[in-house]
């Protein structure tokens, strides 16, 4: 009842601009940080227990949980800015804060991302393989695609250009907003199921 009546005051909120509307909307939205507040604190313990449960069983690579759990204290203690401005926003500007995120995280997550396009190149590589009809219609887009970047076509460019933009403004963006709207009907199904107390998973239920 609790999900389903602010589900609909949602709803209503959103379809009657006034300044009562407004006003809850905001007041809403300021209850769903103090909940995502609480919830990253349960993420939190959440990693920490995995984590210690990891080192103490001496699963494989359990070394990685004590650099995790090291990390995250470091991170939290540097964050607060040895405690001297713990409620306020000053500790994201320690230096030691701000190395660990530019040297330490960034390198990272600029790892993961190459590693990503490699997989990407492979899943191409698969996918491109003219063993049908289909697989060879899209390795030639793709094909067309890519050589519009080739300086040297020179005239022939053009026409690989005007393609190019005919490719992804018609059956590229065609297949992309079916796939929205697809994701959109998905979405408002999904949200009515919660509504109604059909999809109760979120309760830990089936």
Avoid: C
């Amino acid at each position: 009842m609790l999900v389903f009546t602010l589900a609909l005051v949602m709803i209503i909120q959103y379809f009657v601009p006034n300044d009562l509307s407004l006003d809850t909307n905001e007041f809403l939205l300021k209850w769903i940080i103090i909940i995502g507040v609480f919830a990253m604190a349960l993420g939190i313990w959440s990693l920490i227990r995995v984590s210690y449960e990891k080192i103490k069983r001496r699963v494989p690579g359990w070394q990685y949980p004590i650099a995790t759990l090291l990390g995250l204290a470091a991170m939290i203690i540097f964050g607060f800015d040895y405690g001297r401005h713990f409620s306020t926003a000053e500790g994201l500007n320690n230096p030691m804060f701000l190395k660990f995120f530019l040297y330490i995280i960034i390198p990272i997550q600029s790892t993961m991302f190459a590693l990503l396009a490699f997989y990407i190149a492979s899943a191409a590589y698969r996918a491109f393989r003219a063993r049908s009809a289909l697989a060879t219609l899209l390795l030639l887009a793709a094909l067309i695609v890519m050589l519009r970047f080739n300086p040297y076509l020179g005239i022939f460019g053009q026409y690989l250009e005007r393609t190019t933009s005919w490719l992804l403004n018609v059956p590229n963006l065609a297949a992309k907003r079916a796939i929205i709207i697809g994701i959109g009907l998905g979405s408002v199904a999904t949200a009515l199921k919660v509504m109604l107390g059909i999809e109760r998973a979120y309760m830990g239920k089936d």
